[in-house]
């Protein structure tokens, strides 16, 4: 008797494993800066996640995640480093070309932002050009620097260039050394100021999305409020921005060093990578997380 050997086009397995299903396209349309802008409008809350290669990218989007930011924290997560300031950004062009691989692979309809690493924008305003043009042609629809200040002219810069920006206030990991450490910001009436007058020109210059980390909950809140075309991030800034964002290894409970306090461990529940994430998207979709009394300060 001749046993049937199954037909290898008719199965999806591969020996090294295979990206989860495409998102449902007609349920979900893909995110651009006029869809943020309805959901922001709409009083939905914006969710995003970090990734660094194609398959968790997949992953998340396929969970419903619609922002996915190629951070610089890599360098902590996937390289060992001590903080991000070593990440280069031929690095970070690398892994944005892996998520995006994985994204188009899948037909995924995430928005995807990536970081532009510490010394890559610092130097000139065509130096910023040439190091987001490295990324977005490595598949990134917007690119991410921290600081205020001194970046809104590069931000205006980048901008009439065509190139989308986020910005990033409050602890910037990337001048951490000039900060004293991983500390709270905004704290007190003068620092509370310099955020508001940063924050606020930062959406002049044209930034559609800022990312506030530690920030107090309620200056948080009071951004978001002034800020009605910057939608605001928070991480460790409480449940008043506009959406939220976590490093993907910290929802996961893997983490080599303390839990951060506005972290929650997501797998511990849910029980799998994919059931972590829609959890994620629930909770934060919901308003059950953050919790301020928790999570900020």
Not at 48 to 75: K, R, W
Not at 97 to 105: D, E, K, T
Not at 184 to 192: C, E, S, T, Y
Not at 234 to 241: E, K, L, M
Request: proline fraction near 6%.
């Amino acid at each position: 008797m001749t046993t049937a050997i199954p037909n290898a086009s008719a199965s999806s397995a591969t020996p090294y494993g295979t990206l989860p299903p495409a998102s449902p396209l007609p349920e979900r349309r893909p995110v651009s800066l006029p869809r943020l802008q309805q959901m922001r409008e709409a009083g939905e809350k914006i969710t995003m996640l970090t990734a660094y290669d194609a398959t968790f990218a997949a992953m998340a989007d396929a969970a419903g995640v619609e922002c996915i930011l190629v951070g610089d924290s890599l360098g902590m997560v996937c390289q060992g480093l001590p903080s991000t300031v070593g990440v280069s950004l031929d690095t970070m062009a690398y892994h944005t070309a892996s998520v995006a691989r994985g994204l188009h692979r899948v037909q995924g309809t995430a928005w995807l932002i990536a970081d532009l690493p510490f010394g890559t924008y610092a130097e000139n305003r065509e130096q910023a050009l040439r190091s987001a043009c490295t990324l977005m042609q490595a598949g990134a629809h917007m690119v991410k620097l921290e600081g205020g200040g001194w970046t809104a002219p590069t931000v205006e810069f980048l901008v009439q260039r065509g190139v989308p920006v986020c910005a990033h206030l409050g602890l910037t990991p990337q001048t951490v050394h000039a900060l004293g450490g991983y500390r709270v910001q905004g704290k007190g009436d003068l620092a509370a100021r310099t955020l508001r007058q940063q924050a606020s020109e930062l959406q002049n210059a044209g930034a559609t999305m800022m990312v506030l980390e530690m920030v107090p909950a309620a200056l948080a809140r009071e951004l978001t409020a002034e800020l009605p075309h910057c939608h605001t991030i928070g991480i460790g800034a409480g449940s008043g921005t506009a959406g939220q964002v976590l490093v993907l290894h910290d929802m996961l409970g893997i983490h080599l060093a303390k839990m951060p306090r506005f972290v929650h461990d997501f797998m511990q529940e849910a029980g799998s990578v994919r059931g972590a994430m829609q959890a994620y998207v629930q909770a934060v979709k919901a308003g059950r997380f953050p919790d301020d009394a928790l999570h900020a300060w």
